[in-house]
C-alpha cells in the first residue's frame, strides 16, 4: 500500500510538449521534494517544499515550475520538453526539521522523444 | 549545496564475504549521513542513517563509520547474500529546517553465489 503515489508510472511525450507528474503523500510529513533520476545523474535533487512553501531550487532551468495545491501534494510541471529531460522523476517526503527519513515515490519514467 | 563522492561504483563480491563502500563530502556543517537501496524498477530504500553525534552504527548485517575530521563515511555489509545484489546510494544532508539530502552516485554491488 504505497504512501507516497506518483502518476502516471510510465510518460512519453514529445518534443516542446508540456507534462505535469502528479504527487500525493499520505505520510502526513510537512516536507515535499522532487528528484531526479537519469544515467548521468543519479538522485539529483530538484526542488524541497515545506508546509507548502519553496524551501530551495536547484534546477536551473525555470521550464520545472512545482505546484502545491495541497499540503500533501507536490506536483511538477515541465514545459518545452526536450530529450534531455528523459529521466525518472521521484516525488520524496519527509517530516521538517532536518535529519528525518526521506521516503520516495515509486517515480515517473519520463521519455521525451 | 553538498558534493558527495562515492567509490566504488562497481563492486562484486562472493557470497559470505563483506561489501565496502565509501563516501566523502565536502560541507562540514552536514550532520545526517543516511545510505538508500535500490533495485532495479523500484524507488530508493533506506537501510541505515548515521548523525554527527555518532562514529559507528549498526544493524541487521549493517555497519556505517562516520570520520567527521576526514569528512568521510561508509557501509559495510557484513556476510554478503545475493539479495544484498542492488544499487547503493550513500547521502548527506546539512544543518537547517528542512532535509535536502545530496546523493553519491551510486554503486552498483553484486554478489555472486
Known amino acids: 500500500d504505497p504512501k507516497i503515489i506518483q502518476k502516471p508510472k510510465y510518460l512519453v511525450a514529445v518534443t516542446g510538449s508540456e507534462k505535469i507528474l502528479i504527487c500525493e503523500q499520505y505520510?502526513?510529513?510537512?516536507?515535499m521534494y522532487w528528484y531526479r533520476q537519469s544515467a548521468k545523474k543519479p538522485l539529483e535533487f530538484m526542488f524541497s517544499?515545506?508546509?507548502?512553501?519553496?524551501?530551495d531550487n536547484q534546477t536551473a532551468s525555470s521550464r520545472f515550475q512545482p505546484q502545491s495545491s495541497k499540503k500533501n501534494h507536490l506536483d511538477l510541471q515541465i514545459t518545452a520538453l526536450k530529450p534531455d529531460d528523459s529521466a525518472t522523476y521521484f516525488c520524496?517526503?519527509?517530516?521538517?526539521?532536518?535529519?528525518?527519513?526521506?521516503?520516495f515515490g515509486a517515480g515517473t519514467r519520463l521519455s521525451v522523444l | 549545496g553538498e558534493q558527495v563522492e562515492q567509490l566504488p561504483s562497481i563492486l562484486r563480491v562472493q557470497e559470505g564475504s563483506s561489501a565496502s563502500i565509501n563516501c566523502t563530502y565536502e560541507?562540514?556543517?552536514?550532520?545526517?549521513f543516511p545510505w538508500y537501496k535500490q533495485e532495479p524498477g523500484e524507488n530508493p530504500k533506506l537501510i541505515i542513517d548515521?548523525?554527527?553525534?555518532?562514529e559507528r552504527k549498526q544493524t541487521q548485517g549493517l555497519i556505517v563509520l562516520l570520520d567527521k575530521k576526514a569528512k568521510r563515511f561508509s557501509l559495510h555489509i557484513t556476510d554478503t547474500q545475493p539479495g544484498d545484489s542492488a544499487m547503493y546510494f550513500c547521502?548527506?544532508?546539512?544543518?537547517?529546517?528542512?532535509?535536502?539530502?545530496?546523493f553519491g552516485s551510486g554503486t552498483k554491488l553484486t554478489v555472486e553465489p
Open positions: 520524496a517526503s519527509s517530516q521538517s526539521g532536518g535529519q528525518n527519513t526521506l521516503y
Open positions: 505520510l502526513g510529513h510537512n516536507a
Open positions: 517544499y515545506s508546509y507548502q512553501k519553496l524551501m
Open positions: 560541507n562540514s556543517a552536514s550532520n545526517y
Open positions: 548515521i548523525r554527527s553525534n555518532m
Open positions: 547521502a548527506a544532508s546539512a544543518l537547517g529546517n528542512y532535509n535536502v539530502l545530496y
